[in-house]
């Protein structure tokens, strides 16, 4: 699975609308609102990394609103999450 981090610019005016229409894309698994110099960080999980291409160049920056997106790929995942939620299961 190739992971991808999204941040999008957007028009003001448009950030909840723009966050939906991303949520909505096949291969985004989560959008948030943020604060600092973007408007939206999505993360966008696909099985080949030309798929990521796909959903960014061919989906995300087509959207009306959305004025710039700046893509990192990420190479490992560093998380304590699954190895918690493994010591939880006899909780």
């Known amino acids: 699975m190739n992971t991808a981090i999204v941040f999008i610019t957007t028009e003001p005016a448009r950030v909840g609308e723009i966050a939906v229409e991303v949520a909505a894309i096949e291969g985004v698994t989560e959008v948030y609102s943020v604060t ?9 999980r696909t099985r080949g990394v030309e798929a990521i291409s796909d959903v960014v160049v061919g ?4 959207i009306p609103g959305v004025q710039n997106t700046l893509t990192h790929l ?8 699954d ?5 939880s299961l006899g909780d």
């Open 83 to 87: 190895l918690e939620a493994a010591f």
């Open 59 to 62: 989906t995300i920056n087509k």
């Open 36 to 44: 600092g110099e973007v408007d939206l960080i999505a993360i966008v």
């Open 74 to 81: 990420a190479f490992r995942a560093y998380s304590t999450h």
